[in-house]
């Protein structure tokens, strides 16, 4: 019992110690610091996981808002620029029923191929946008396809954004098709089993929505993990997502 108890406490405790980033743990030790400069892949809070769609909001984004709420599930969604002129509603009910929004670049371009000037323009000219309609700009990114290299994530630190990519790829975009489906459940499930806990899909494709996030609830339910937004299964406190 106590091996298993130091097992699961073991990765926190580890980050906890370490003094690279230079912010300290508040007092109640509930939150750490969320490192920039680095890609992130799992969350730190014990019994966590973060369930993310990305590429929306999109039409089917108000089903998936939704369900999660039949879940009490929070989630984060990480949108693209180019939507935002025709869902601009469904990014403002995503924020107020307190899921994380995030930035994934106004129009989902390659950043490796892309100069710094072209990549400080895909990050600035979303963040025009997340002003307008939310009053505030995430502290939180992913990149396009996950691709990003030391330069591009010197850029983000500068523009002050945490780089978050995935342990668990549903690849979800492969399988949007009833028939199919169960493959992506399979890689949630076997991605799980692995020790993953920050999750792709994508809120895009209706077969996400309405076949595979339920089976994801419903297995989190059954391993009684806590479903919520990648920030705070980081242990960043709310006041810190957005500046
Ligand atoms: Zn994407």
Known sequence: MLLTTLQFLLPTILTLLQPSHGQPVNQTGQTQSVPYATILTHCTAPGTIALTFDDGPYTYTPALLDLLSEYGARSTFFVNGYRLTEYTDVLQRTFKEGHQVASHTYSHKHLLSLDYASIVNEMSSLETLFRNVLGVV????????????????????????????????TKDYENNDPWLIDKS????????????????AHDTHAQTVFTLARAMLEEVTKRGLKATTVADCLGDPVESWYR
Do not use: C, W
Not at 138 to 165: C, F, K, N, W
Not at 185 to 200: C, E, M, Q
């Open 138 to 169: 995430p502290t939180y990114m992913r990149p396009p396809y996950l691709e990003v290299d030391q330069r591009v994530l010197g850029v983000m630190a500068e523009l002050g954004y945490h780089v978050i990519s995935a342990s668990v790829d």
């Open 185 to 200: 459940v399979r890689k949630f499930v076997d991605g799980v089993n692995a020790g993953g806990s920050i999750v792709l």
